[in-house]
């Protein structure tokens, strides 16, 4: 965690239904199925459902709705998650989001599933540098996600790791803000 304590997180969406969903947070106990022991740690079963402990929803505030291409916010934040989203939107509004996002963001960036194409470009015009450790262990946690036959553009599939040109930015998750 590098001296970061998760004591307060923001969380939000585009889609309101998505975010009353993710406030809900009742989720059918199969989703335990394939957690880590770890992972489990963070959620109770109760009544045949699976919720994340109190610990853990305390924690977490839940903004309105809204677009992190361009959304102004007001806060800043050590560490920015822009989880499995940024396919949902076309390379140029990727590079307007990281530009974005790069205006409230401090120390990290968490990014999970982007245009790989443009990643490195968009990154570093922002003043970010991957950060490579347990690179191909966090990619391979992907799991059934990875196909031989992924496109080299994006899909909800993602090509097994390889060392690429600019692998050290197409197949990471983990930013570093330089400045
Ligand atoms: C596959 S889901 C991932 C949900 C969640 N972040 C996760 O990792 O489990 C993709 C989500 O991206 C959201 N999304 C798409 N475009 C967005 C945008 N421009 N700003 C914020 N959220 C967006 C969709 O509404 C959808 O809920």
Redesign the pocket.
Known sequence: MRGIKNVEIHA????NE?LEFAQKAHYPATAADDMSAEEKTFFDVSGGQLCPVASVRSAVTFLPP????DSVLTESYDVVFV???LT??TPA?QAT?IANISHYNMRYLVL?AFHQQTIKPDLMANGYEAVPDNLEEIHNSWGDRIAKDAPLDHSWMLPPFSKIQDYEYKYCALFRKLR
């Open positions: 939000t969406d585009i889609s998505f809204c677009s992190f291409v989880s499995n989203a949902y939107v509004e989001a999970t």
